[in-house]
């Protein structure tokens, strides 16, 4: 699923581009999609249980096939309407599918190292999927010349591959139903003050990462004026290394204090998106920009897993749907000022983008005193009670 995904998005801003819409329609368009699809999350959180998400993981990836079949054969037919709406279905698909597929695999296993193992994997298969867009573009094989349409057939290849495997995983273990839990999940987050402020982060941090880094693929084209497959080898080669700082991160660089991890994740983003801003200077830009890109995938399991799993099991799709319909609303805004920002000159993206860190950064070191606060408080309470236990076994004996 992610090669497929990863080989279309990469190029799907290019293929509009290609096919006559300007980046001020790409980024609306990009941003209506995204609010779609939140309207389409916060549908399943209401019809579908964990027992029924095997069927309808299937049935999204039909119909995201069908869905890509018709763009394939809209290229250049200068039908906007219709490319218009299949965009924005495919934008609500892909989404639909990522936010179902860790509740699934929690009916199985539930753990941090599960949940940054299961987004390092999307991590690594989407940039392979780049890296196959990006040897092929432009060249010519069997004596097909590859456009971003081939790219999207390719793709569709791929898709094809991930529906019969998804058509033949048995999800034999039953779990409660999640029904109960349906109108209650805004009120279960808001009596946990850590849920709470973890989703108000999630909500800033989507702003700010789509702001900066929304159009990124246009921002290589036309303001460093890469040609299609040097910005595409750049993402994968960035791409590659930031899967592997993942793994190491997750495997042996997570450091015992959370507050540098933070500070490594964010803080150095921020003073180079501040660089950035002030100096409007390409090579510096550049910098932020692959900073950035690298440490994307590294500890998941400090910034997101325990969160995550901090969920009770009959909460845990409709909070994933929850999650995911905050992050997508942040998406679109960002993706929104993206846009707005591209026009107005490339140093703005990263300005707006430092701006919504601040309030990031410091919901993040907020999160962690709040959650080491919350353990030390359990460790005292059940260090009373032992003590407890032990003075009234001590006065029975006397």
Same mark, same amino acid.
């Given at each position: 699923?992610?090669?497929?995904?990863?080989?279309?998005?990469?190029?799907?801003?290019?293929?509009?581009?290609?096919?006559?819409?300007?980046?001020?329609?790409?980024?609306?368009?990009?941003?209506?999609?995204?609010?779609?699809?939140?309207?389409?999350?916060?549908?399943?959180?209401?019809?579908?249980?964990?027992?029924?998400?095997?069927?309808?993981?299937?049935?999204?990836?039909?119909?995201?096939?069908?869905?890509?079949?018709?763009?394939?054969?809209?290229?250049?037919?200068?039908?906007?309407?219709?490319?218009?709406?299949?965009?924005?279905?495919?934008?609500?698909?892909?989404? #639909? &599918?990522?936010?179902?597929?860790?509740?699934?695999? *929690?009916?199985?296993?539930?753990?941090? %190292? @599960?949940?940054? !193992?299961?987004?390092?994997?999307?991590?690594?298969?989407?940039?392979?999927?780049?890296?196959?867009?990006?040897?092929?573009?432009?060249?010519?094989?069997?004596?097909?010349?590859?456009?971003?349409?081939?790219?999207?057939?390719?793709?569709?290849?791929?898709?094809?591959?991930?529906?019969?495997?998804?058509?033949?995983?048995?999800?034999?273990?039953?779990?409660?139903?999640?029904?109960?839990?349906?109108?209650?999940?805004?009120?279960?987050?808001?009596?946990?003050?850590?849920?709470?402020?973890?989703?108000?982060?999630?909500?800033?941090?989507?702003?700010?990462?789509?702001?900066?880094?929304?159009?990124?693929?246009?921002?290589?084209?036309?303001?460093?004026?890469?040609?299609?497959?040097?910005?595409?080898?750049?993402?994968?080669?960035?791409?590659?290394?930031?899967? #592997? &700082?993942?793994?190491?991160?997750?495997?042996?660089? *997570?450091?015992?204090?959370?507050?540098? %991890? @933070?500070?490594? !994740?964010?803080?150095?983003?921020?003073?180079?998106?501040?660089?950035?801003?002030?100096?409007?200077?390409?090579?510096?830009?550049?910098?932020?920009?692959?900073?950035?890109?690298?440490?994307?995938?590294?500890?998941?399991?400090?910034?997101?897993?325990?969160?995550?799993?901090?969920?009770?099991?009959?909460?845990?799709?409709?909070?994933?749907?929850?999650?995911?319909?905050?992050?997508?609303?942040?998406?679109?805004?960002?993706?929104?000022?993206?846009?707005?920002?591209?026009?107005?000159?490339?140093?703005?993206?990263?300005?707006?983008?430092?701006?919504?860190?601040?309030?990031?950064?410091?919901?993040?070191?907020?999160?962690?005193?709040?959650?080491?606060?919350?353990?030390?408080?359990?460790?005292?309470?059940?260090?009373?009670?032992?003590?407890?236990?032990?003075?009234?076994?001590?006065?029975?004996?006397?």
């Amino acid at each position: 699923m992610s090669l497929s995904i990863g080989l279309w998005e990469n190029f799907r801003q290019l293929w509009l581009e290609d096919n006559g819409f300007s980046v001020r329609q790409i980024s609306n368009i990009t941003s209506i999609g995204t609010f779609v699809s939140v309207l389409g999350i916060l549908l399943v959180s209401q019809k579908v249980t964990l027992n029924k998400l095997k069927g309808f993981i299937s049935f999204t990836i039909v119909i995201k096939f069908l869905n890509l079949v018709l763009l394939y054969y809209l290229n250049h037919t200068l039908k906007k309407f219709s490319i218009n709406l299949l965009i924005v279905i495919d934008l609500t698909t892909s989404y #639909l &599918i990522t936010t179902s597929i860790y509740p699934l695999i *929690t009916i199985f296993v539930k753990n941090n %190292t @599960i949940y940054s !193992k299961r987004k390092l994997t999307e991590y690594l298969f989407r940039d392979v999927g780049i890296l196959v867009g990006g040897f092929l573009i432009g060249k010519s094989v069997v004596g097909v010349f590859v456009t971003y349409n081939v790219c999207l057939y390719i793709s569709i290849v791929f898709l094809v591959g991930a529906m019969l495997i998804m058509f033949n995983i048995k999800s034999c273990k039953k779990v409660q139903s999640n029904s109960a839990s349906k109108a209650s999940i805004v009120k279960y987050v808001m009596k946990n003050n850590i849920l709470k402020t973890y989703c108000i982060y999630t909500f800033i941090g989507s702003i700010a990462m789509a702001t900066g880094l929304g159009l990124k693929m246009l921002v290589l084209t036309n303001y460093f004026s890469f040609s299609e497959a040097v910005a595409t080898n750049y993402l994968v080669i960035v791409g590659l290394v930031c899967d #592997l &700082i993942g793994i190491l991160a997750l495997k042996y660089l *997570t450091p015992k204090n959370d507050y540098i %991890t @933070i500070t490594i !994740k964010f803080c150095i983003r921020f003073l180079l998106y501040i660089l950035a801003f002030f100096t409007d200077n390409l090579f510096v830009t550049i910098i932020a920009i692959t900073w950035s890109l690298l440490i994307g995938a590294a500890y998941e399991n400090i910034c997101d897993g325990y969160y995550i799993n901090s969920v009770e099991i009959n909460y845990q799709l409709t909070f994933t749907n929850f999650r995911y319909i905050i992050r997508y609303i942040g998406e679109a805004i960002g993706m929104f000022f993206c846009g707005l920002m591209y026009e107005k000159g490339l140093k703005y993206m990263f300005g707006l983008s430092a701006f919504f860190m601040i309030f990031q950064i410091t919901l993040a070191y907020r999160l962690i005193y709040m959650r080491k606060h919350k353990i030390g408080d359990i460790v005292k309470k059940e260090q009373k009670n032992v003590l407890k236990e032990y003075n009234q076994r001590k006065n029975r004996f006397c």
